[in-house]
């Protein structure tokens, strides 16, 4: 069964709005979650690594005012999409690893965003 | 910097006929080289872990080998269920246990009734 649980799956939004997305690690506790994005017929790009109980790292040209991640828990992580514009839209997808020294990392089913 | 290069980008196969996806890299101490398979609108779904030259994990039908500059993920007999992108990624040994990944553009693979 899943491990790892992101909700929503979907969102569709106007321009200008906020949107949150959340990951939560099932029956384990991850001091350390990452979010990704995924373009159509392209990769997972790591955009930020969330740390329980710290700041995020973000990779290099992510927006850290843009994109805001909260780790208050350590089931439970968030991203926050301020003002998403048309430019925003992807696939968005959380991980946490599990088992022995931290691996593998699991992933989310992903949050499908549209900004119209 | 870290590096992934998957190929073919694509692979159409029949029913039946066995085939193998690459995944060459490179990286500052390899702490683990992952497969996963990716349905279309889903998350990354684990497959295999490999940590060393010369180590080989299987599953079903998939059989995953490495060495120290690739990996290779086996598939015997496919069938039409295997159908999905398939995903190498990296993660550095001098980084942590919980250190990023970095991922290959990934392998569509379509395997014909």
């Known amino acids: 069964g899943a491990v790892v649980s992101q909700h929503p799956s979907w969102v569709i939004c106007k321009s200008g709005t906020s949107v949150k997305i959340e990951c939560r690690s099932l029956?384990?506790?991850?001091?350390?979650m990452f979010w990704y994005r995924q373009f159509p017929k392209q990769s997972l790009m790591l955009m930020a690594t969330?740390?329980?109980?710290?700041?995020?790292?973000?990779e290099q040209g992510v927006e850290k005012d843009k994109f805001l991640i909260n780790h208050a828990s350590l089931t439970l992580s968030t991203l926050t999409v301020t003002s998403a514009h048309p430019e925003d839209s992807s696939f968005y997808i959380c991980?946490?690893?599990?088992?022995?020294?931290?691996?593998?990392?699991?992933f989310g089913d992903g949050t499908r965003l549209s900004i119209l | 910097e870290d590096q992934v290069t998957q190929s073919p980008e694509a692979l159409r196969l029949q029913e039946g006929e066995s085939s193998s996806l690459n995944c060459s890299y490179t990286?500052?101490?390899?702490?683990?080289l992952f497969w996963y398979r990716q349905d279309p609108g889903k998350g990354p779904e684990f497959l295999f872990t490999?940590?060393?030259a010369g180590e080989e994990k299987e599953k079903e039908r998939l059989k995953a080998t490495l060495t120290k500059k690739e990996s290779f993920l086996h598939i015997t007999a496919p069938k039409p269920e295997d159908s999905a992108t398939y995903l190498c990624?990296?993660?550095?040994?001098?980084?942590?246990?919980?250190?990023?990944?970095?991922f290959g553009k990934g392998i569509t693979l379509s395997v014909r009734p």
């Open positions: 991980s946490a690893p599990k088992g022995t020294g931290g691996t593998p990392q699991h």
């Open positions: 029956d384990f506790q991850a001091t350390t």
């Open positions: 969330s740390n329980e109980g710290s700041k995020a790292t973000y």
């Open positions: 990286v500052s101490g390899l702490r683990g």
């Open positions: 490999l940590y060393s």
């Open positions: 990624a990296v993660q550095a040994g001098d980084t942590g246990a919980n250190s990023k990944l970095t």
